[in-house]
Nanobody
Framework: QVQLVESGGGLVQAGGSLRLSCAAS????????MAWFRQAPGKEREFVASINWSGGSTYYADSVKGRSTISRDNAKNTVYLQMNNLKAEETAVYYC????????????????????WGKGTLVTVSS
């Protein structure tokens, strides 16, 4: 059993920054890919960023590359997503997910690769 809890969402103006956190508990995450996805109303859940728990390799969607940074604090079992220069179209519920690394050899997961999900945190970017 793995539990993921997101936090850090809220209201931010376009051009502003926000840092999301995902606290994990229940199992060892050394063999898991951790990822952030987002989903706007009426749209598919889309990949944002991922990180390999042991190796520190990171991957980003093209839409956020250069503006976002995924990182981890293994001592706290926490993954972060720093988002800068936010755009109004990035308003969405942001979800933290964890998936077994052996199922994700590229390091870039799709939604169904995730074994565990948090309940999400809402990010609203106003223009």
């Amino acid at each position: 059993q793995v539990q993921l809890v997101e936090s850090g969402g809220g209201l931010v103006q376009a051009g502003g920054s926000l840092r999301l956190s995902c606290a994990a508990s229940g199992r060892t995450f050394s063999n898991y890919v951790m990822a952030w996805f987002r989903q706007a109303p009426g749209k598919e859940r889309e990949f944002v960023a991922s990180i390999n728990w042991s190796g520190g390799s990171t991957y980003y969607a093209d839409s956020v590359k250069g503006r976002s940074t995924i990182s981890r604090d293994n001592a706290k079992n926490t993954v972060y997503l720093q988002m800068n220069n936010l755009k109004a179209e990035e308003t969405a519920v942001y979800y933290c997910g964890a998936g077994s690394g052996i199922k994700i050899p590229t390091g870039v997961p799709v939604a169904h690769d995730m074994d565990y999900w948090g309940k999400g945190t809402l990010v609203t970017v106003s223009s």
